[in-house]
């Protein structure tokens, strides 16, 4: 192994990204226009500054951090011919070679989500709970719940990456946090939502298949980036709009 300190920009793609912006701007205006007070109690942050987050975010999304590169052995399958009194004989050979696989860490889906849920759990979730340890063990069981299901519907795509249903995580968090709070009623839908939605899509579809990594036989695989970067990116806005909806 060894580390490498090159930064890899993900390829961009105008429609992919006006789509997410119309999603973006859509909700944080709304948020903005009509429910400001109520964002600000419940989330402990101005929509405007939620929205220039998740700007950010959708912006990260094209850089990838290199962490290190692992490798892997790669069997090569060829034919040799060898002739023989004029007759080609076609042996099958074998060559194990060296795959280098380089493990990054997505700006936007990676760095700033994990960022986000540290400043949810050690500030904004103690401002709004008063049963602080019930409010952590929820926002556990949405992330155990989200992680598991984002596994196993997780996919290794040989030569591309992981790729993950883009609705499965928010679905999942949206389900798990409304039927949470009908057994017993929370008092940070959105936090609870999205640290547990978003490192529950991290840690199910990327670091669970860290194992798997020699598998894929691809150049390079990013934590919260490419096939995990959308279920991320959705999670966070469906928690904007749990506290619309369970406040």
């Known amino acids: 192994m060894r580390n490498i ?19 973006l701007f859509t909700i944080a205006s709304t948020a903005y226009a009509y429910f400001r007070d109520l964002m600000v109690e419940g989330v402990g942050i101005p929509p405007e500054m939620f ?27 060829y034919n040799d011919v060898v002739t023989k009194f004029g007759v080609d004989w076609v042996i099958p050979q074998v060559h194990v070679g060296k795959m280098r696989t380089v493990i990054a860490i997505n700006l936007g889906g990676g760095v700033v989500p994990i960022l986000i849920s540290l400043y949810l759990l050690v500030f904004s979730i103690p401002q709004c709970s008063p ?44 389900f798990v946090t409304f039927l949470i709070n009908w057994i017993s009623p929370v008092n940070c839908p959105t936090q609870i939502a999205y ?15 860290l194992p798997n990594i020699g598998k894929l036989k691809a150049p390079s695989v990013s934590i919260g ?23």
């Open 195 to 209: 640290v547990g939605g978003t490192l529950g899509a991290l840690i199910g579809a990327d670091i669970l298949n």
């Open 131 to 174: 049963d602080l340890g019930w409010t952590y063990l929820k926002t556990l069981a949405v992330l155990i719940v989200v992680a598991v299901t984002t596994y196993n519907s997780s996919e290794l795509v040989e030569g591309m990456g992981i790729a993950t249903p883009a609705f499965g995580p928010p679905s999942m968090t949206a």
């Open 5 to 23: 300190k090159t930064i890899i920009l993900r390829p961009f793609s105008l429609i992919y990204t006006a789509f997410l912006l119309f999603l």
């Open 225 to 247: 980036g490419a096939g995990t970067f959308d279920g991320v990116y959705l999670t966070g806005l469906v928690s904007v709009l749990l506290v619309l909806l369970l406040k």
């Open 51 to 77: 929205g220039a987050i998740m700007f950010l975010s959708l912006i990260g999304s094209m850089v990838n951090i290199p962490l290190k590169t692992v490798e892997a052995d790669n069997p090569i399958v």
